[in-house]
Nanobody
Framework: QVQLVPSGGGLVQAGGSLRLSCAASERTFRRYAGGWFRHPPGKEREFVAS????????SYADSVKGRFTISRDNTANTMDLQMNSLTPDDTAVYYCAVGPAWGAPIASEAGYGSWGRGTQVTVSS
């Protein structure tokens, strides 16, 4: 089973940027779709962005569209989330996850198997 190890996150002021990255433990990650989710304080975990196995198709939650960019490097076995124009509403624990094999982007949590540990993103006003 592919394991994901996240990096990045931290504290940033509103309007700033952060980049999250997940490193996969196996080269087979290139066969799977990937996604990012977040768990804001006091709310349910929610979909943020997803990318197909080849990296050519992506999907975003409306709340982050135009500000966040998901990408992957199948040579390096990594998946990134570039977050720009951050607001306090983006404060959450962020999770990366492995999606369906040979899959297109998917927003449903049910489509994801292996999850990385969460990484905190805090945006101050």
């Amino acid at each position: 089973q592919v394991q994901l190890v996240p990096s990045g996150g931290g504290l940033v002021q509103a309007g700033g940027s952060l980049r999250l990255s997940c490193a996969a433990s196996e080269r087979t990650f290139r066969r799977y779709a990937g996604g990012w989710f977040r768990h804001p304080p006091g709310k349910e975990r929610e979909f943020v962005a997803s990318i197909g196995y080849s990296g050519t198709s992506t999907s975003y939650a409306d709340s982050v569209k135009g500000r966040f960019t998901i990408s992957r490097d199948n040579t390096a076995n990594t998946m990134d989330l570039q977050m720009n124009s951050l607001t306090p509403d983006d404060t959450a624990v962020y999770y990366c996850a492995v999606g369906p094999a040979w899959g297109a982007p998917i927003a449903s949590e049910a489509g994801y198997g292996s999850w990385g540990r969460g990484t905190q993103v805090t945006v101050s006003s």
